[in-house]
């Protein structure tokens, strides 16, 4: 049981540059979101989605797109990278019914 | 979601009990407590979580106040492996999102 898996692990990106940060779960959840996390601070929530066909966003959208074609897949997309987006980034997922939300292990992005 | 205000930072002697306090006086009648640990950068560990009964599982205990404006998170027997940066969260049963604070960073010591 893989649980939430996340790619790239790591990722160094020029200002300007796309790229889609991957996140896949495997314990059917219907809940799955994005989150950020800057030095010293907390995480913070992206996007979020509670089915396939459903996101909305969270609380620092900017920059980012997300899509839900599958229960299993929510990948992020930055659009056009700066250097502000330079973070570590987990996904998460969750079921309805349970109260537990499952990390990802990070991907870790660098914007120059 | 409600706010929580958690301190800084603890140090804890291994093998004695870590008690971590958490803050959470606008907390709505059905919003749960959550806590999560993070140790170094990895993704997010969950805890344990309740709603207005004391919760215990196989790593923590949960007491939370009867007015339910505060609660403590206890770590029976700390050990050198539960330095982390913990997190207590409030939040609806759905569990679909969270907002994290900044934590309190335990440091357990020989």
């Known amino acids: 049981n893989a649980g939430v898996t996340q790619t790239p692990k790591f990722q160094v990106l020029k200002t300007g540059q796309s790229m889609t940060l991957q996140c896949a779960q495997d314990?059917?959840?219907?809940?799955m979101s994005w989150y950020r996390q800057d030095p010293g601070m907390g995480l913070r929530l992206i996007h979020y989605?509670?089915?396939?066909?459903?996101?909305d966003q969270g609380e620092v959208p900017n920059g980012y797109n997300v899509s839900r074609s599958t229960t299993e897949d929510f990948p992020l997309r930055l659009l056009s990278a700066a250097p502000s987006q330079t973070s570590v980034y987990f996904c998460?997922?969750?079921?309805?019914?349970?109260?537990?939300?499952?990390f990802g292990e990070g991907s870790w992005l660098t914007v120059v | 979601d409600a706010k929580t205000t958690q301190p800084p930072s603890m140090d804890c002697a291994e093998g004695r009990a870590a008690n971590l306090p958490c803050n959470h006086s606008t907390i709505s009648g059905n919003e749960y407590v959550y806590w999560y640990r993070q140790i170094h950068s990895q993704g997010p560990q969950y805890i344990i979580h309740g709603l207005k009964n004391n919760e215990t599982n196989e790593m923590a205990s949960l007491i939370i106040t009867e007015d339910r404006k505060s609660s403590t998170l206890i770590l029976p027997h700390a050990t050198l492996r539960d330095t982390a940066v913990y997190y207590c969260?409030?939040?609806?049963?759905?569990?679909?999102?969270?907002?994290f604070g900044t934590g309190t960073r335990l440091q357990v010591t020989l």
């Open positions: 969260i409030v939040s609806t049963g759905t569990a679909s999102k969270l907002t």
């Open positions: 314990m059917n959840h219907e809940y």
């Open positions: 989605s509670v089915g396939a066909g459903i996101t």
């Open positions: 998460a997922s969750s079921s309805p019914a349970g109260n537990t939300i499952y």
